[in-house]
Structure formats: C-alpha cells, structure tokens
C-alpha cells in the first residue's frame, strides 16, 4: 500500500485557498456592526472567520498559482484585507448617522452630558445615540441585514475574484458615501428636531413675553419632556428611514464591488 504524498504545488494552492478568502472575511468582520467590531471578542471573530471561510470555499473558483510565502501573496493578502475593511466601512457609515442623530437629538433636549461608553466606536457618546444604535442593531438582525451583507460576501469573489484588483472608481464611492452620515442622521432625526425646535421658538416667546420667567427652570423640564414624546412619537419613521438607508447600503455595495 503506497503512502499519501503531496507535492509543494498542491500545499500552496491549499494553502491559498483559505488563507486569502479568509483575509477578505476578517476585514469584514473587523469592523462590521452586530457581528464584528469592538463589542465582539476578538475570539468571536477569528473563529467565525473561520468558520464563514470553511463555507465559502467549496463555491469558489480557482485562485491564483502564487507562493504563499512570496511578495505577490503578501500583496493578494492585503489586497483582500482593505476589500473587506472597506465593505465593512460602507455598512459602519450607515450605523454612524444613527449615532449623528442620536447626538444631535440629544443635544437639542439637552441630554448632550448624558454619555455612555460605546464600544463599537471606542468612545463616549449620549445615551440618546446609544438608544438608537441597539434599536438599529436589533432592526438589522430583524431585517436579515446580517445574511444580506454575508451573501454580498459570498458574490463579492464573484463580482471581484482573487487576485483581481479594484476599480478606478472605487475609492471615489467610499468617499461619496461618507455623505451619508450627514443625510442619514439628517433624515432619522429630522422629525424629532422639528418638535424641539417649536419648543425652542415658544419657549423664547414666552421669554420675550415674561422676562421675569426663570427659562432654565422651566424651559429645561418642558424641553426634555418634549424630547422623550418625540422620540416615542417617531420611533416608526426611524424603522422607514433606517430601512432605506440599509438598501442604499447594499446597493452601494453591489456597485462598489461592480467598479
């Protein structure tokens, strides 16, 4: 009975075969909501690397015939590292306008000392904004927005194979979508900012009409209250806006990936 030998040949084309898809997949999980990021353990997100590799692999093509221990492999390997980082950023802009307009709500009704560790961002923000980030990650995972970005994964070595570098046009629409923070967090928060606003403007009515009023013992308790009713009141115009912005995501995806 002869015994089982591999050639070189046949361990670096293995080799290859996991190492670069599996590249592609830690840098989206590097930085992606829900799945990835900071409030995941770093445990958590090379084993579902793997695990995510080992089931894509069987559905992709051939890779390059490259040595795994050569300048061209280490070149392939970044390369697949900064696709996935970026597809992983396209979707972290989205959950960015949902904390803008948290902020920005916040601010408005005075909750702007309120801060709150956030570990997806490595920083303090409101407790506004950290509301409205769990409410987004619980209507991504309810929308099956996890699955939808995991079979944009699986096309992307379709659409951009291996080896095969990005478009011109590529970094100009990661640049472009970062507007979306700003349009984003302008459209979640647009209702509740309107509330606030006629508040303001009664309030400095009322001051005008009644110097003698004390603004900030009054004013302060009406505006915050104003603010949690609005914030109650928009909570379904929050799923709409938010459910757009996860499409406009995808797509901008798909078109990324299509340059």
Known sequence: MSALTLTAEQINGWVGLVLWP????????????????????????????????????????????????????????????????????????????VTLAGESIAITMGLGFALMNDPQNGAQVPTVSQFYLMLATLLFLAFDGHHAILQLLNASFI??????????????????????????????????????????????????????????????PIT????????????????FSFENLLSMTQATIAEFLGS
Do not use: C
């Open 224 to 239: 915050m209250t104003v603010g949690f009713a609005a914030i109650m009141f928009t909570l379904p115009t929050f799923q």
């Open 159 to 220: 659409l951009l194979p291996v080896g095969q570098s990005l478009g011109a046009d590529s970094l100009w629409i990661l640049v472009r979508w970062g507007q979306v923070i700003f349009s984003g967090a302008l459209a979640i928060a647009l209702p509740a900012l309107a509330a606030m606003l006629t508040v303001n403007i009664i309030m400095g009515v009322i001051t005008r009409a009644a110097p003698q009023l004390n603004l900030f013992s009054v004013g302060f």
């Open 22 to 97: 599996m590249f592609r997949v830690a840098g989206l999980l590097s930085i992606l909501p829900a799945l990835g990021g900071g409030e995941v353990p770093v445990r958590v997100r090379i084993a579902l690397s793997f695990l995510i590799t080992f089931l894509i692999v069987p559905s992709l093509a051939a890779m390059p015939e490259v040595d795994p221990l050569s300048a061209d492999s280490i070149f392939i390997s970044m390369q697949q590292l900064i696709i996935g980082v970026a597809m992983g950023l396209l979707v972290l802009f989205a959950f960015n306008a």
